[in-house]
Each structure stands twice: as C-alpha cells, then as structure tokens.
C-alpha cells in the first residue's frame, strides 16, 4: 500500500495498462480480463487485476495529465514492482492521413516540459518507447488489420492549448497525434529500466475538426486494449 495505491503486496501484476480514465479502466477490465477485481480505489484511481489469456494484467487509471500519471507510474515501479507498463488513450490526430478511429504507436513522445526536467536541466532528453513492445504491437495491429500509424507524438502539458505556432510545428515536423502523457511515461520507463509503451486511439482531429461519436468510441478504442494486450505478451 502507498500513498495513492491502496492495493496489499502481490496485488498488482508485473504487466500494467495505464488509461488515463478510471472508468475505462473498469471498463477494458471487464470487457479484456478473466476474474478481474478491484485492486485499488484511493481517491476513486480505480485499479483492477485479472488475466488475458493465462497471463496476469493490472488496468490502472493514470489521471489527466504528466504530473498524475507520474505519481502513479513511481509507485507502480518502485512500490509493486511494474515491469511492462502500457498507456492506453485517446489523442487528437495532427496529420492528414492519420484519421479518426486510427490506433497511433507513439516511437517518440515531444515536449515542452515534464515532471523530469529538474533532473535532465539543460539536456533535452529523447523519451522514446522500448523497442520489443513496439514492435510486437505493430505486429498486433497488422494482425487485425486495424489502420495504424507508428511514429512521433506530442506529449502537451496543457489541455486549452493557446499555441497555435507550436501545433504548426508539430503538424510540419510529421507528429502523427496529441496527448499528455505519454512522455513522462517514456522517462520513467527509462529511468528505472523498464518496459514502456503508448498505443494510442484518435479520438478527434486538429486538422479537421472531426470527432469521434461518443457511441462508436467503445469499438474503437477496444482494438487499442486488445493491441496492447497482446504486445505485451508477445
């Protein structure tokens, strides 16, 4: 138990998926696991533990944003002894051929600034994904021929973004999409020699102002749980 995950020793599986949403938590745990059940409910963080297909999953909230899901990977890692540990979330597309309901694998994640920049200081440090699960869900995502793009993301410490130059830059220099956690995510991954991932839904477009209905969003965001289920299990 810690300060933000009430779960007792043994509770929380090696392998973790990280959605920000605590309700989608619940929700790709009782839809992707077998004898799923609640691990964790401080501060409503809601965490569950089951098994896909004999292996042991935890599905943990993150919370919205870099510094929360900073607090929750740290005591993950450190705390319950996380090995692999997956986001699992929406973005806002940021190229034309990247489309609504498209799956991103995030190879880099871009930012202005993380709860890490304290210790990097004047290094602009890469935080990129551990190669083997991005390779094994790039594999997956071939494997159900769902429309996938594998590249560069923008990890945004603001959600009512007021930059619009930076978006240009972003949309210039070939990121595929927009979230805000995926960076610091990479960084501790890094930091503490484990396996990191984003596998990522396009929710809605910068572009095109294009949205995801609210009623087609459970399909599609489905095929983003399954894919890294089976990457991190490959």
């Known amino acids: 138990m810690t300060v933000h995950i009430g779960a007792k020793p043994g509770d929380i599986a090696e392998t973790v998926l990280l ?30 533990t089951g098994t896909y297909k004999g292996n042991r999953v935890t599905i943990h909230g993150s919370g919205m944003g870099m510094p929360s899901l900073s607090i929750y990977v740290n005591e993950l890692i450190k705390d319950f002894g996380a090995k692999t540990l997956i986001r699992i979330g929406s973005a806002g597309g940021m190229q034309k051929h990247v489309n609504v309901r498209d799956v991103v694998i995030a190879m880099t994640a871009s930012t202005l600034s993380t709860p890490s920049r304290g210790i990097f200081k004047e290094l602009n440090f890469a935080p ?3 190669y083997g699960l991005l390779r094994a869900a790039a594999d997956a995502a071939t494997a159900k021929g769902t429309p996938t793009h594998v590249g560069g993301i923008y990890s945004s410490d603001v959600f009512y973004d007021e930059r619009p130059d930076l ?11 927009v ?28 572009l095109t102002g294009e949205a995801l209905p609210s009623e087609d969003r459970e399909k599609s965001f ?10 991190a299990f490959a």
């Open 19 to 48: 959605p920000g949403d605590p309700y989608r938590a619940r929700w790709a745990a009782e839809n992707f696991l077998e004898d799923a059940v609640c691990v964790n409910e401080v501060r409503g963080m809601l965490g569950f």
């Open 128 to 130: 990129c994904a551990d």
């Open 167 to 177: 978006n240009e830059q972003m949309v210039r220099h070939g990121i595929l999409g």
């Open 179 to 206: 979230e805000m956690e995926a960076a610091e995510l990479y960084n501790l991954a890094s930091r503490h020699g484990v396996r990191g991932l984003a596998v990522l839904t396009i929710s809605d477009h910068l």
């Open 222 to 231: 489905g095929d983003m749980v399954e894919i890294a289920l089976e990457a």
